[in-house]
């Protein structure tokens, strides 16, 4: 640690900006400068913390072989080391392991505290490392005491050679020293950490405990060496098959194991504890004691326990709602949680979303997709976004209502967003429907009032086409007039693809729709003409000229109850008319009907009082 706050002063002092921490005129963010010099020379691992976020460290993320730059800290050290500014030392499990570690508060040019900076090295590397040294200084004493050996035998003969063994002992004995002084150091972080440590040998006796050990448990050293573990720490709520789960990783397969279980102080209260056991062999390789450091985790497991139930209530109201509601981490670019009505309600699976899919690119469609890309950064801001988009899927559109808000850390960063998914296509549709039949009145209003006037028959079948174009596909347009005294109905002038076809005639003998309309007394509504036509006729259609159609719609024209023609649309697509266009037609005949009796009637007025004139002039 000593070396790691060297090099930060000799890069400067710590400042705060706007880009982050700078030593001196050196941005930390990323920097690996200093945690790699730390873990070259030391052997430690290192971090700097901007708040409790990891800017520069030489630990990998979580199943990852990626550095751990963004991530957190443990919120318990970072209230003790950034928030009250004091140093933490102790075995923590960090980004998914067990490390010794030591936590330093970091301060700005002012003294304010802007971070925190640790050293750590894995846990079961540093037993490892402690167990080696202990074999390193055994065969140093071993080489020490063979020199000296030497020495005394050759002492007469070899003088020079003497002063040259005194030499190299002089050097392994400095050697010596400096490892007795780490020993020493080891011995007193082990002595000074937070957390509580035992060496208990193989009887369960407790051989040694560290002063974390006295504090937390209540016990001092002198009343429990020599003192049975399980009598000591156990109690009611002890889980025993734990126990001797324990006891036989240790003592029957000799590896490390760690557990967690309820443990007891003097005063009879109890806590979580978080164990972790590792065996210690004695020459013979046998398990001859076991070293116990144990962390409380009552306050972490509680917390745990509480997100845990609120995990299970959010999946249950996900579950029981209509809606689709979901958990996005933006840090890390996934979905934590999506409510199985995903299905429902956007046509894919939970699967489908945690395998990382991009559902915006494959069922959105384009002119939504800039909607979505500019909520999504409106949400990395910090701002909630309620958005509405279409998706299309087996071969329909669907329209979905996105609601999400931005979660924050402790230091304000967004790291999360919750959100809704809607399906609103039925309001969409009803929203819809209700705007085109506003449109639709307005329309038949306007068209009732030019109908009202005094048009020919040519200008009713003009004026009700443009009307019927703006409102529905109309591929052939046509209003046919029953002239009973010729058994035949007359179209004045049939529109098919734009094209005007004046005065075709066909008798009602023929099998036409239009025909079958007048004839069976009831209007025809085909939406797929090859599938529907049954429902209609049994017999086959006079064949005539120009396109068949697909979908067709014919409606009687009736004035004082009597049948005067028919008005007809049809379209070469299938499915081209809907229910309000069906309505707008039904309606806009009543119209016509009316405008076409006045028409003929005007007509039939005109050809008499011709003939009168005629017939006068005749007489004269």
Known sequence: MKYAHELLDNSGEITKTTNGLVAGTTPLQNSTFIVNKVKDLTGFGCTIFEGDIRISTTASAIGSDEIAIGTSSSKTIAKQVYGLGETFKGVTETIGKDWLIIYEPLRDDTG????????????????????????????????????????????VSRT???????????????????QKKDLENLIFVVGEIEQTIAIIDKNDRIVWVNKSFEKTLQYRSDEVIGKKASDMLSGPETDRVELQKMDEAIFTWGRAIDSTIRQYRKDGSSYWAKLYLTPLLDEDEEVDRYVAISLDISEEKLAREQLQESERNIRKIGETIDDTVYLYNVIYDRFEYISPKCNAVLGVNQNF?????????????????????????????????????????????????????????DNGRVVKNSGVFSDITESKNLQSELTRKNEHFKLLTEIGMDLTQDLSIVQIIETVNACVSNIMESHSFAIGILDKENN???????????????????SLDEHILATICVKDKAEI??????????????????????????????????????????????????????KGQIEFLRTLSIYVSSALANALLHEYLQVNSTKKVKDSEDKV
């Open 353 to 409: 979303f945690y395998s990382g899919q991009n559902y915006e690119n494959l069922f959105v469609l384009d002119k939504y997709k800039s909607i979505i890309k500019k909520a999504r950064e409106a949400v990395g801001e910090g701002k909630s976004f309620d958005i509405e988009y279409e998706i299309e899927f087996e071969n329909s559109t669907r329209w979905i209502r996105e609601r999400s808000h931005p979660i924050h850390d």
């Open 160 to 178: 020079n050679k003497l002063e040259l063994a005194h030499k190299s002992s002089a050097l392994k004995n400095s050697q010596l020293k400096d």
């Open 112 to 155: 304010k505290l802007v971070g925190m900076i640790a050293v750590f090295k894995e846990y079961k590397n540093f037993l490892s490392d402690l167990s080696d040294f202990k074999i390193l200084v055994a065969i140093t004493i071993f080489v020490f005491v063979l020199l000296v050996f030497i020495l005394v035998w050759r002492t």
């Open 488 to 506: 035949r109905l007359h179209f004045p002038k049939f529109i098919e693809n734009n094209k005007i076809y004046n005065d075709i005639y066909h």
């Open 525 to 578: 509504v085909m939406n797929d003409v090859a599938n529907e036509m049954r429902h209609f006729s049994e017999k086959k259609l006079t064949h005539t000229n120009g396109y068949d159609p697909s979908s067709v719609l014919c409606m009687r024209l009736i004035s004082n109850g009597e049948i005067i023609g028919v008005i007809t649309v049809q379209s070469l697509y299938k499915y081209a008319y809907k």
